[in-house]
């Protein structure tokens, strides 16, 4: 799947989708994503460049303090909303391209952007197995040990970036860690912390995701 631009018509679509999320709007949202299947606007763009944009200005206001807690689990409500009606959709690859488990790092509960992830990379046609959120370092070693061709690991905060380290010296003392590729990602990880903790690959964004699932198992 990769990025791609939109006509005019489905670029102003978009905007109004992300803005609906920003509006804590769900019933508009359902509305925007079934106009935006029926125009034809790809339903991983409208994922991509809709919901998931949405999700971060959110995280702006956030920032600036004119959300509040509240009101940013109201956007993940109506950005969900509307994932549930687009992830059936996605265009599906057909045939076995791997196993990728997927999980965000201890301490942290912020698992929309993995949620994303994960329906990019099962509908490029890899088999994912959801490790959920708030993980231990064991289970991503034993998820591992089971038998995986990827570990990717999100985290949304400064204060639970340094579990992924954790993870890869726990791979490295297993023995484990010449049998995985580890991928990081969430919007505080960069390519240099993921290079500086020994991590195959980084990307910031569900394309950047699927792109190096590809690239690290090719
Ligand atoms: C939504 C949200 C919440 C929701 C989470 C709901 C949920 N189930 O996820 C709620 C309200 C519960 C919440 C709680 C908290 N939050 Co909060 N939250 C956010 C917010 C606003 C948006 C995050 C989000 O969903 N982004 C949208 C998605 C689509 O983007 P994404 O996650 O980055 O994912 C994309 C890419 O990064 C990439 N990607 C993601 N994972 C992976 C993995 C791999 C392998 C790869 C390759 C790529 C990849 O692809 C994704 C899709 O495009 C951010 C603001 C921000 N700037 O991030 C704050 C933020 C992360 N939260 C923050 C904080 C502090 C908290 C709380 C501690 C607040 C509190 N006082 O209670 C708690 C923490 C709870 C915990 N222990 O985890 C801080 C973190 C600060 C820091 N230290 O770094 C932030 C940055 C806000 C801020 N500016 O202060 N939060």
């Known amino acids: 799947m990769e990025k791609r631009d939109e006509p005019a018509i489905s670029a102003e679509l978009l905007t109004r989708l992300a803005r609906a999320v920003v509006d804590l709007q769900p019933a508009l949202v359902i509305d925007l994503c079934q106009q935006a299947l029926k125009e034809g606007v790809a339903p991983d763009v409208a994922l991509n460049q809709g919901l998931a944009k949405g999700m971060r200005q959110v995280?702006?206001?956030?920032?600036?303090?004119?959300?509040f807690v509240p009101e940013v689990l109201l956007a993940a409500k109506a950005m969900y909303a509307g994932f549930d009606i687009l992830k059936e959709h996605l265009p599906q690859k057909q045939g076995y391209r791997g196993r990728v488990a997927l999980g965000v790092v201890q301490g942290d509960i912020h698992d929309i952007g993995k949620n994303i992830v994960k329906v990019m990379v099962q509908a490029a046609g890899f088999e994912v197995i959801d490790l959920g959120r708030n993980v231990p370092v064991e289970r991503f070693v034993a998820a591992v040990r089971n038998g995986v061709d990827v570990l990717g690991m999100s985290s949304l905060m400064t204060t639970t970036m340094p579990n992924m380290a954790k993870v890869v010296i726990a791979l490295e003392?297993?023995?484990?860690?010449?049998?995985?590729?580890?991928?990081?990602g969430g919007a505080p990880v960069t390519k240099v912390f993921a290079e500086r903790i020994g991590a195959d690959g980084y990307a910031d964004d569900a394309y950047g995701a699927v792109k190096e699932v590809e690239r690290v198992l090719k």
């Open 173 to 184: 003392r297993a023995g484990l860690r010449n049998r995985v590729k580890v991928l990081v």
């Open 59 to 67: 995280g702006e206001k956030f920032a600036a303090r004119e959300y």
